[in-house]
């Protein structure tokens, strides 16, 4: 008798627990459905719109192209010998002339030295051998002329050689990279230093074969870049490539001259637009109203107060609007603003201006 009443306690028990599990969960789910977001279908999305209109439509291309040093070299010792002056660091300017580095030329002046002495005493010689009145053929006075020559034949060397183990920049620039220390032995040909000019500047972009003509030799072209958005830069057309590459585009190259204001690396980037002033009658929309990427492009289209979302084929553009080719007519409604709050079926209200 006792274990049946346990019995039945226990299960007692044991229901109770389970119907407060289920009264819990029961709880649970309907506070995260109340948390649920559903769309009231009665409610309307603000939204801006066009009328498309069939009007001029002046379009411009963008090149998007890097800017590269006016002159870059790599400075080599054309000389042999250990390094005895460092006259650079790595980052700094240098001006045209100044020296670089200097290797060790005492083995050479003295070689100098012993080669100026003997021509010397060679020179007296001739000359005495020459105002001798006689006693001497003329052998003898061609031969003491002949070796004056050849001993400055022999000295020409160590001057170049000397000349040489002192080296120093071509042009002004920046010294960009550096691969020497003091006291290290040089060789010909050993690398010493990177030294870029970036005075002025080349823009390099490419250039399809449909718009290469519009690009002539001396023309002035606005030139802006992400890093000074609100500074333009003006380059002026330097080489037009005769030649495409493998994608049928052209090399085209600005030059930019570079200021402290506003200093452009190499490396860079820089946009030229080619602008077609004359334009031509083609539907267009504005920019805010594409949806997607320019791969896969598509616009909202309102009728009867409901968004629908239509692919569309793009083509020329400008700063504010793409030209539509196909997907589109005139005279539809697209949106323009608002397009965050749309989906395909929104129900919309158009703001007035």
């Known amino acids: 008798m006792n274990n049946a009443i346990r019995l039945i306690i226990f299960a007692i028990v044991i229901g109770g627990l389970a119907i407060l599990a289920f009264l819990k969960l029961k709880s649970n789910q309907q506070e995260v459905e109340s948390k649920i977001y559903r769309m009231n279908p009665d409610a309307t999305a603000l939204i801006q719109a066009e009328t498309l209109r069939v009007e001029n439509f002046e379009y411009s291309?963008?090149?998007?192209?890097?800017?590269?040093?006016?002159?870059?070299?790599?400075?080599?010792?054309?000389?042999?010998?250990?390094?005895?002056k460092d006259n650079i660091k790595e980052g700094t300017s240098i001006s045209k002339g100044q020296v670089i580095a200097q290797l060790d030329t005492d083995i050479l002046q003295n070689q100098l030295?012993?080669?100026?002495?003997n021509l010397s005493f060679a020179e007296k010689t001739a000359?005495?051998?020459?105002?001798?009145?006689?006693?001497?053929?003329?052998?003898?006075?061609?031969?003491?002329q002949n070796n004056v020559n050849t001993l400055k034949y022999q000295i020409e060397p160590y001057k170049k050689q000397i000349s040489m183990a002192?080296?120093?920049?071509?042009?002004?620039g920046i010294i960009t990279a550096k691969f020497y220390e003091l006291g290290s032995l040089a060789g010909g040909g050993t690398q010493l230093a990177m030294l870029t000019d970036i005075s002025t500047l080349k823009l390099e972009i490419n250039v399809p074969e449909s718009d290469i003509t519009k690009f002539k030799k001396g023309m002035g072209m606005d030139i802006t870049t992400k890093v000074y958005p609100n500074q333009v830069f003006k380059g002026?057309?330097?080489?037009?490539?005769?030649?495409?590459?493998?994608?049928?585009?052209?090399?085209?190259?600005?030059?930019?001259?570079?200021?402290?204001?506003?200093?452009?690396?190499?490396?860079?980037?820089?946009?030229?637009?080619?602008?077609?002033?004359?334009g031509f009658n083609s539907l267009s929309i504005p920019r805010t109203a594409l949806v997607g990427s320019n791969k896969k492009p598509e616009v909202f289209i309102i009728k009867d107060g409901?968004?629908?979302?239509?692919?569309?084929?793009?083509?020329?553009?400008?700063?504010?609007?793409?030209?539509?080719?196909?997907?589109?007519?005139?005279?539809?409604?697209?949106?323009?603003?608002?397009?965050?709050n749309l989906s395909d079926g929104t129900k919309v209200t158009i703001a007035k201006n």
């Open 306 to 340: 409901v968004a629908k979302r239509q692919a569309i084929v793009i083509g020329a553009s400008n700063e504010e609007r793409l030209q539509v080719l196909e997907g589109i007519n005139e005279n539809e409604v697209v949106a323009t603003g608002g397009l965050v």
């Open 166 to 172: 002192t080296i120093k920049a071509p042009f002004s």
């Open 113 to 117: 030295k012993i080669a100026e002495s």
């Open 127 to 144: 000359q005495r051998m020459s105002n001798a009145s006689s006693g001497l053929s003329e052998v003898k006075v061609e031969e003491a």
């Open 61 to 84: 291309t963008a090149y998007l192209g890097s800017f590269t040093p006016n002159k870059e070299v790599l400075i080599l010792s054309e000389g042999n010998g250990r390094i005895v």
């Open 236 to 278: 002026v057309v330097d080489v037009i490539s005769v030649k495409a590459d493998g994608t049928k585009k052209y090399q085209v190259k600005l030059t930019v001259s570079n200021n402290s204001t506003h200093p452009l690396k190499a490396g860079m980037y820089g946009t030229v637009t080619l602008s077609n002033s004359a």
